[in-house]
């Protein structure tokens, strides 16, 4: 049995801005569940719901000021979580990383920074607790100070950092080096420097023992200038240990059969139920209800990774054609505004929600037909592995964990029981609409679309085997 502390900025359902929050709320659960010792670790905000106790665990003095470490589980799977509790520093409201208007909270380095220091005073034993984990696993810039500073301690655990976006990477001006008081040794170009800038991830990517992403794909985009974001080199000189291992997804939350958020649960052999949570979902968007008319679905933040700009793009001559299209999302200011201007203007087949809400989420994954996800880059992707579990066929471009999740509908596919999704190649508006016209074809032959929907709620996303890869490789470690 291992022991695992598992460092993160987010996890479900305690708080959640996007796929990182899934992948960390169910990986440990699943690691869990293979009989490992796992404590999740994360900042204690405002906005943290737990259903379950908390209590005072102990308390710490870091760099000059005393913090409270409290416990509580998780509400849905009894993992051990320590919440970093300094209200002067987590207790805001609202979104983790943001304020109410989508900037940057002006302290994030100091916040995270203390995170870090924190993570590492228990991996190092040093809280009284008794307990000294074998692997530290770090997720994403937020805690890639962690790796920085175990490695210049004596006697540490091994160090995993798990890369779930390369465009977010923690970068700070120089002033942050001080107030962090970032020890001599990792300041320099081949450690925490970029720049001349402070980043919080090279701290994961040039001092963790091992760098995983979250796809095979992803794993040897980010070693190109395209997607590693002056990091390439570096990734590339860390090939022998950086690898991609593909998220899975909870099967307990996203599941057609048990989900507790839609009107009408339905399996692969009663599909026809699924057109209940379709006229749901026309309803609670306003749209005209219609059974014969095929639905498409988004969901997502609103940035440019996610491909918004050619869905702008094509959304006029896409809605010249016998379809309608529901999107929930937020983000980007100026898409939001674009997004609402066209709904307005067509509102007959094409409704939005701007703000976050999980119910919907499930309710759009359940009555779409197909689920659209044209991003730039996606490191794995979560919401067309949702998509194929409740028979909505994704379409996606060819990038990512997009690539090593979805199947493409071709004759041999349709063949040999494989089609699952449409891809396509190309960034741009007009491949993009080429995809959603092969797709309304494809509609149109329902044998076929049938045989999609199947073959895409046949397949096996389950965290089973991911999490036996993360263990197999902390054993390695
Ligand atoms: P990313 O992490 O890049 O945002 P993923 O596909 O990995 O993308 O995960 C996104 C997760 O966040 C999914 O669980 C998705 O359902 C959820 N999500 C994104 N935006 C919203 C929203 N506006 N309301 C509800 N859930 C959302
Ligand atoms: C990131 C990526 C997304 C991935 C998620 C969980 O937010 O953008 O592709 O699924 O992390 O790993």
Redesign the pocket.
């Known amino acids: 049995m291992k022991k695992i502390l598992f460092v993160t900025s987010e996890a479900h359902p305690l708080i959640k801005t996007?796929?990182?929050a899934?992948?960390c709320g169910s990986l440990p659960k699943a690691l869990v569940a293979l009989s490992q010792d796992v404590r999740l670790i994360i900042p204690y905000y405002q906005a943290l719901k737990t259903t379950e106790n908390v209590r005072f665990l102990f308390s710490l003095r870091v760099d000059n000021r005393s913090i409270n470490v409290l416990e509580t589980v998780m509400p849905d799977s009894g993992v051990i979580v320590w919440l970093v509790d300094y209200p002067g520093y987590y207790n805001y409201p609202g979104n983790p990383y943001v304020d109410e208007k989508g900037e940057p909270w002006e302290n994030n380095a100091e916040r995270f920074g203390l995170f870090c220091r924190i993570a590492v005073e228990v991996a190092m034993n040093r809280v009284g607790q008794d307990w000294k984990p074998d692997v530290v696993h770090c997720n994403d810039w937020q805690t890639g100070l962690v790796p920085a500073f175990l490695s210049l301690e004596y006697e540490r655990p091994s160090t995993v950092f798990t890369i779930?976006?390369m465009a977010y990477q923690g970068l700070f001006p120089l002033s942050a080096v001080g107030s962090l008081f970032i020890p001599g040794q990792l300041w320099h170009p081949g450690g925490l420097e970029f720049h001349e800038m402070l980043s919080f991830i090279k701290g994961g990517l040039v001092y963790a023992d091992y760098i995983t992403t979250?796809s095979p794909t992803y794993a040897l985009e980010i070693q190109t200038a395209e997607f590693g974001y002056g990091l390439e080199g570096l990734l590339e000189y860390r090939q022998a240990s950086l690898g991609g291992i593909i998220?899975g997804i909870d099967l307990d939350q996203w599941n057609s059969e048990t989900d507790p958020y839609i009107p009408q649960l339905y399996s692969e052999t009663s599909l026809a139920d699924k057109l209940i949570n379709k006229t749901a979902l026309q309803t609670q968007f306003g749209l005209p209800v219609n059974n014969k008319i095929p639905l498409l679905g988004l969901i997502g933040r609103l940035v440019e990774?996610k491909g918004i700009d050619l869905i702008i793009e094509c959304l006029p001559e896409m809605l010249t054609l016998d379809l309608q299209l529901v999107l929930l999302g937020s983000g980007d200011k100026e898409y939001e505004q674009q997004l609402q201007g066209l709904a307005d203007l067509y509102p007959d087949n094409f409704a939005i929600t701007l703000g976050y809400n999980e119910a919907l989420a499930h309710l759009i994954e359940a009555g779409a037909d197909a689920f659209l996800m044209p991003s730039k880059f996606?490191?794995?992707?979560?919401n067309q592995m949702y998509s194929q579990r409740y028979g909505t066929i994704p379409i996606v471009r060819k990038t990512?964990?997009l690539a090593d999740t979805v199947t493409d509908t071709l004759p041999e596919t349709l063949d040999n029981e494989t089609a699952s999704g449409i891809v396509f190649n190309e960034a741009s508006a007009s491949a993009l609409l080429e995809a959603i016209k092969r797709c309304l074809i494809l509609y149109d032959m329902p044998e076929a679309w049938r045989s999609m929907q199947i073959n895409a709620m046949r397949k096996d996303f389950s965290w089973q085997r991911s999490a036996e890869d993360y263990l197999a490789l902390y054993e390695r470690l």
């Open positions: 996007g796929g990182l899934d992948v779930h976006n979250v998220n990774q996606e490191p794995c992707g979560l990512g964990g």
